[in-house]
């Protein structure tokens, strides 16, 4: 038997009505059947004929938050509602999302599972990469739920900086100060700060939570390329202690200055940060590394983005992959007779290793430039190294 016009029209209001009896309360705790004629039983839990036994489980509000969600899904078939749930809005992001004039490459590689707080509210800008890497902008995640994620897992951070000559005397103690206010602040914090002479290490205290460990160079080997000698002079020191002391290893170039704070939003296996220029340009004019003999060659037409070498981080096993795969490349350049840059090579490791979190140009602005529309918040200024501090 069909049931009636006037009986559709209060069929929730009865099914209130008999929760409210049963309970007693707004609320159903556990679950209730309720039996209404018209509607059909499976055959799992035999009923009468032209009988539908309805179960309401946990509270009243809850189970009418359900019933509008189902009559919205029926009004809107071809549109399914999205959930709270990292894997589906990703996907949803990286649909919705423009390639702003970039070739776009298809890729079978996924990200780490990502933690909640983060979200995509930046339709102007590129929030996920092909192979769902989230691209790190202010307005795309809750500080709070991803505080509330990492406070209790116990993680130290590693930060290391290399500052030899006229470069320590510049830059090093602004460096130190910013990023003793605004780097992981509420986290524990190594910075690993190395110098060529200790009599170059500003009068700078480490903070609540923080350390300093402070290394010298050897003297014979000052003349060497200073990013060379940067990157080994890092892996050595990862194999030799960082990596039983910290669970993410950021490396900075010093002539940056933190302006608010950079927190866990940055923490991914392998993290890359997008170049503040060369994001706005076509992936034609990168001026990636276009000799073919070289190591750190990208044939034209090919590659992602163009990343910055001034901040790179991730594990300590990650980064200790790049440096290796960076030192395994200088080494085949100097027998072909080239000599390509250490960002070239970080660009080529990153084609062929893609990063699991990406920083966008907010993370490392060079104050040279205007911020474009985009850039919604400056997190960490780039001063050019051939001018003063203002």
């Known amino acids: ?17 008999a929760a409210r009896q049963l309970s007693g309360t707004w609320s159903v705790r556990g679950s209730c059947g309720l039996l209404l004629p018209g509607y059909h039983h499976s055959s799992r839990d035999p009923c009468p004929t032209g009988v539908r036994l309805l179960t309401v489980r946990g509270s009243w509000k809850s189970f009418r938050e359900r019933r509008s969600r189902r009559r919205r899904r029926q009004a809107s078939p071809g549109v399914r509602e999205q959930r709270c749930c990292p894997q589906h809005w990703l996907q949803t992001a990286v649909r919705g ?23 995509r509210r930046r339709p102007d800008v590129i929030t996920t990469t092909d192979w769902l890497a989230p691209v ?39 460096f130190l100060e910013s990023a003793k206010k605004h780097f992981m602040t509420g986290y524990r914090v190594v910075f690993y700060i190395t110098v060529d002479d200790l009599d ?14 402070v290394f010298t160079l050897r003297e014979e080997i000052w003349w060497q390329d200073f990013n060379l000698l940067r990157m080994r002079n890092l892996g050595e020191h990862i194999v030799q202690h960082i990596q039983g002391e910290v669970d993410f290893l950021f490396s900075m170039a010093t002539n940056q200055i933190f302006q608010s704070d ?39 037409g090919k590659g992602d983005f163009y990343y910055d070498s001034a901040f790179v981080g991730g594990t300590p096993q990650q980064v200790l992959n790049l440096i290796e795969e960076y030192l395994k490349g200088v080494l085949q350049d100097k027998q072909n007779g080239l000599n390509s840059s250490y960002e070239n090579h970080l660009n080529k490791y990153f ?40």
């Open 351 to 390: 084609f062929l290793n893609k990063p699991t979190k990406l920083l966008s140009p907010e993370y490392n602005w060079d104050v040279t430039f205007y911020p474009p529309p985009q850039v919604q918040f400056v997190k960490v200024a780039q001063h050019p190294k051939r001018r003063p501090w203002p």
């Open 262 to 300: 950079v927190g866990v939003e940055t923490l991914g296996a392998s993290v890359a940060q997008l170049h503040a220029w060369w994001y706005f340009k076509s992936t034609k004019d990168f001026p990636y590394e276009r000799r073919r003999r070289s190591a750190a060659y990208i044939p034209y």
């Open 97 to 119: 999302c423009s390639d702003s004039g970039r070739s776009r490459l298809s890729c079978s590689q996924t990200s780490e599972q990502e933690p909640p707080g983060l979200k």
């Open 1 to 17: 038997m069909q049931l009636g016009a006037m009986v559709k029209e209060n069929l929730w209001w009865q099914l209130e009505n």
């Open 200 to 213: 170059k290490m500003p009068d700078v205290d480490p903070g609540p939570l923080q350390t300093f460990q």
């Open 136 to 174: 790190i902008w202010e307005g795309t995640f809750n500080r709070r739920v991803l505080g509330k994620h990492y406070r209790n897992r116990n993680l130290t951070m590693g930060l290391a900086v290399f500052a030899i000559g006229r470069i320590a005397d510049q830059y090093l103690e602004r």
